[in-house]
Nanobody
Framework: EVQLQASGGGLVQAGGSLRLSCVAS????????IGWFRQVPGKEREGVSC????????YYADSVKGRFTISSDNAKNTVYLQMNSLKPEDTAVYYC?????????????????WGQGTLVTVSS
């Protein structure tokens, strides 16, 4: 059974940091790219970042570039999203997803498997 378990969300003040984790199981982790997405109620899901577990290629949305860092630990089947200098507009439910590709994007339709979300709330 494919599972993606996202965790690490919480309440933080603006300027603070959080680290999200996405633990994957049920598929060959190294064959997949992992993406992080976020969604605010009433708005479209936004692609935040993604990483290829094949060659380490990473991508960031402009809104998080320079503040967020995605990384992968293939031995632990885990992808992390380190979020620094958080802003109130980063408040959202964050989801991780898996796409069997070596050239990941943040197009949600490309992703095969999704985890449950973890809520990040940034207070001003």
């Amino acid at each position: 059974e494919v599972q993606l378990q996202a965790s690490g969300g919480g309440l933080v003040q603006a300027g603070g940091s959080l680290r999200l984790s996405c633990v994957a199981s049920g598929f060959t982790f190294g064959d997949y790219a992992i993406g992080w997405f976020r969604q605010v109620p009433g708005k479209e899901r936004e692609g935040v970042s993604c990483i290829s577990n094949t060659d380490g290629y990473t991508y960031y949305a402009d809104s998080v570039k320079g503040r967020f860092t995605i990384s992968s630990d293939n031995a632990k089947n885990t992808v992390y999203l380190q979020m620094n200098s958080l802003k109130p507009e980063d408040t959202a439910v964050y989801y991780c997803a898996a796409d069997r590709t070596t050239v990941p994007t943040t197009h949600a339709d490309n992703y095969d498997y999704w985890g449950q979300g973890t809520l990040v709330t940034v207070s001003s």
